[in-house]
T-cell receptor
Framework: KAGVTQTPRYLIKTRGQQVTLSCSPISGHRSVSWYQQTPGQGLQFLFE???????NKGNFPGRFSGRQFSNSRSEMNVSTLELGDSALYLC??????????????FGPGTRLTVT | AQKVTQAQTEISVVEKEDVTLDCVYE???????LFWYKQPPSGELVFLIRRNSFDEQNEISGRYSWNFQKSTSSFNFTITASQVVDSAVYFCALISNFGNEKLTFGTGTRLTIIP
């Protein structure tokens, strides 16, 4: 079974631009969560999508948004990029339903650098 | 609110020594899940184990073992006969408030195995 894939793996953007990151979950998984990892703040939860609906959201500004498609693939968007948005963005998938084991499997991440 | 504390920021041991990584958690929920993840230099978080709050049975898997004690809110991880490939950052994490899949991570312990 293929694992979680994320594209692109590396990205360099300029302040003020916007960026879209993509995540394809493990086949059959319906929950996709996004995390931001920085040296200063560690691993922080951004949001979770399940069956195309945002089920939970972390404490990030509205510039961070996401969506999930009917095939469970997910995208996250960051608008008006700031230097502090430079981070490793990790996507995780899990079953997500009532039968969920809550085991989340992570992709390789997208490393975003904002200059 | 929930919280995970990994007091050990960095640990270095000589190859073949045993090493224990500490994790202390806080949650008001009686039902929760605890996790350990490994993050090698490549950046991808690798799932190692999940325990639920009703199962305090300790577990051994090869060179890995886990000690879950609800009385002290601890979920420690031991590697026996460490190897250079064990060098990574290890994260302890918690899920409670079921109905979503938000992982709360500790700050991680960087483990270096010296050959």
């Amino acid at each position: 079974k293929a694992g979680v894939t994320q594209t692109p793996r590396y990205l360099i953007k300029t302040r003020g631009q916007q960026v879209t990151l993509s995540c394809s979950p493990i086949s059959g998984h319906r929950s996709v969560s996004w995390y931001q990892q920085t040296p200063g703040q560690g691993l922080q939860f951004l949001f979770e999508y399940f069956s195309e609906t945002q089920r939970n959201k972390g404490n990030f500004p509205g510039r961070f948004s996401g969506r999930q498609f009917s095939n469970s693939r997910s995208e996250m968007n960051v608008s008006t990029l700031e230097l502090g948005d430079s981070a490793l963005y990790l996507c995780a998938s899990s079953g997500g339903g009532a039968e969920s084991s809550y085991e989340q499997y992570f992709g390789p991440g997208t490393r975003l650098t904002v200059t | 609110a929930q919280k995970v504390t990994q007091a050990q920021t960095e640990i270095s041991v000589v190859e073949k020594e045993d090493v224990t990584l500490d994790c202390v958690y806080e949650t008001r929920d009686t039902t929760y899940y605890l996790f350990w993840y490994k993050q090698p230099p490549s950046g991808e978080l690798v799932f190692l184990i999940r325990r639920n709050s009703f199962d305090e049975q300790n577990e051994i898997s090869g060179r890995y073992s886990w000690n879950f004690q609800k009385s002290t809110s601890s979920f420690n991880f031991t590697i026996t006969a460490s190897q250079v490939v064990d060098s990574a950052v290890y994260f302890c994490a918690l899920i409670s408030n079921f109905g979503n899949e938000k992982l709360t991570f500790g700050t991680g312990t960087r483990l270096t195995i010296i050959p």
